[in-house]
């Protein structure tokens, strides 16, 4: 194992861990924070192709700022 993909492993833990136990529980913090482990999985898939990195990266992002927009609506709906 290379010293990329275990930052990013550790990147990516410390990632979620901040998304799932964010202290000011508000949606941006949330939302902010999920950018975190995106970079972590950045470099994960870095430490084998660029291209499948970058590919990865930008589904990644697109995929879970849709995700967590959709949840925001949700929540300012049901209260």
């Known amino acids: 194992m290379n010293a990329v993909f275990?930052?990013?492993?550790?990147?990516?833990?410390?990632g979620v861990l901040s998304v799932a136990f964010v202290r000011p529980k508000t949606y941006v913090a949330?939302?902010?924070n999920?950018?975190?482990?995106?970079?972590?999985?950045?470099?994960?898939?870095?430490?084998?192709?660029e291209a499948l990195a970058l590919l990865t990266f930008v589904a990644v992002t697109?995929?879970?700022?849709f995700v967590?927009?959709?949840?925001?609506?949700?929540r300012d709906a049901s209260c």
Do not use: F, K, N
Not at 34 to 49: C, K, N, R, S, T
């Open 30 to 32: 949330r939302l902010i």
């Open 6 to 14: 275990v930052l990013g492993l550790a990147i990516l833990v410390i």
């Open 68 to 74: 967590i927009v959709r949840l925001m609506e949700w």
């Open 34 to 49: 999920l950018e975190i482990p995106a970079w972590g999985l950045l470099l994960v898939m870095l430490a084998y192709d």
């Open 62 to 65: 697109a995929i879970s700022t």
